[in-house]
């Protein structure tokens, strides 16, 4: 059997009771203060040894022991609930310090109690069993599942769950609150294929495949893509994206309701029900915004990928750095100048209402099911360029909406001129292989011991030696680099 070389995610609504959604937050609170526990560790095993010129070179402990914070007087309440629970906690650490150790994140920070809330379960709290029983979703069967949650001494007992897709069964599953909703979700490997089926192509052989094409085969088969604030996404086949009637007049009612309780919270006394109440209310607009957002990039990325093309090309927009706020200015006095920060401000809130890097992210992993290549080229010079002449100027883009060519007289809306600037580009990009794909970053764990450590002893599960070097691009750790390794002896006096 030949299985994709991929992974697949899913998640769905869940309904939990009263006791059950209790019970829940209770594994949440105890998973988190696990994880706080080992980063508050870290943090002070790596004060101790700075301080320390006797510790030079002993590493400070990274493991996943967590029977230290265990105490009948002090933690009680760490007995109530299952040790997969307290142990999950620090392997979500050692997971998060390994990220670390690769140069994918920063170090492990606390968890806040406030926003989402997560609770990692392993396959001894939970387990699907088949009721027999299908459901008809989008012209699809799903079986139904009864997801058990809990052990023999600690049940939480079923936890029900809408699923609005099909789905394999998964070793581990996430259970998330946000704002007064539940979800379960989880990743399987995709489902084995018969003998006589071709594996998908990856991302690396379909850029060379496509890189063999001529200009003339590829420009038959490529899309260019330009997103704009006005119009999301404006294709070179002619076709623009752009929310439903229905859709803005239901943002703009999510807003407006966010507004006034906003105004209605203010005049609320802190700690009160009333106030508790009001602000989850204001969470749930926030939900319903986000949501429907959601749905309209994937009801997007999933129409792109469906069409003819098999190469679809955006422009690399850094949405970071395009929604900053803007630096202060001061006068020879040091008087506050305008910088038109309000202006920017709801500048910032277009972009970010435009779902430009969700449509991406979207359309590039559905487009690889589908042996489609999806990639992005500099967007540089790309609303003021002509797509006939190939002349930039910023006098060619008269106004927002028409783009007039000063050379060759060439007026076409200026969103269709770009995605055609766009889809040039990526083509001859393309053809001259200057598209790449970048080595993917994993983390890996192997067994290994010493005797030269900090604190309690290593687990026999540690992290993979790396080396982590970060360049002058990093203002906060420019030129600073990090071995991390064994010590292969132990640590000696002055």
Known sequence: MIIYDMASGVKFRAYPDNKQSALLTCWIGCQRFVYNSKVEEDRYF???????????????????????????????????????????????????YARFFKGLSQRPSRKKRQGRQTVLLTK???????????????????????????????????????????????????????????????????????????????????????????????????????????????????????????????????????????????????????????????????????????????????????????????????????????????DANGKFLNNSARAKAGLNKSILNSMWGRIVTFARYKGLKKEKLTIKIPAHGTSQECSRCGQIHPDNRETQAIFACQKCGLTLNADYNASLVIKKRGINMLRNGEITTKDKKTVGFRKQKTNSQLGPGRSEVTCV??????????????????????????????
């Open 46 to 96: 790596r004060t101790f040894r700075n301080h320390a010129l006797a510790l030079t070179g002993v590493q400070s402990p990274v493991d996943q022991q967590y029977s230290q914070f265990k105490d009948e007087d002090l933690t009680p309440w760490l007995f109530e609930v299952p040790s997969q629970i307290l142990r999950n906690g620090a392997y979500r650490f050692m997971q998060a």
């Open 124 to 330: 001894e709290l939970f387990q699907f069993t088949a009721t027999g029983k299908t459901t008809r979703v989008n012209d699809g069967l799903v079986k139904e599942h009864k997801l058990m949650i809990g052990t023999e001494k600690f049940i939480v007992g079923e936890l029900k769950f809408i699923a609005h897709r099909p789905y394999e069964l998964p070793n581990s599953i996430s259970i998330s609150r946000h704002n007064t909703q539940w979800h379960v979700s989880f990743n399987y490997g995709d489902a084995e294929l018969p003998k006589e089926t071709l594996p998908l192509m990856t991302e690396k052989e379909l850029i060379e495949y496509f890189s063999g094409l001529t200009a003339e085969e590829l420009d038959s088969i490529a899309n260019g893509c330009d997103r704009g604030v006005v119009i999301p996404i404006a294709m070179s086949n002619g076709k623009e994206y752009d929310f439903t009637g229905a859709e803005k007049k239901s943002l703009a009612h999510a807003q407006q309701t966010r507004k006034k309780l906003q105004r209605k919270l203010s005049n609320q006394r802190k700690g009160s029900k009333r106030r508790q109440d009001t602000k989850a209310r204001i969470g749930k607009t926030y939900v319903k915004e986000r949501n429907i957002r959601e749905d309209r990039a994937h009801k997007i990325s999933h129409d792109i990928v469906a069409d003819t093309a098999q190469v679809n090309i955006f422009e690399d927009l850094q949405v970071p750095n395009m929604v900053r706020r803007p630096k202060v200015k001061r």
């Open 465 to 494: 030696e790396t080396i982590v070097r970060r360049g002058a691009d990093n203002t906060r750790n420019a030129q600073r680099s990090m071995i991390r390794e064994a010590a292969t002896s132990t640590a000696t006096g002055s």
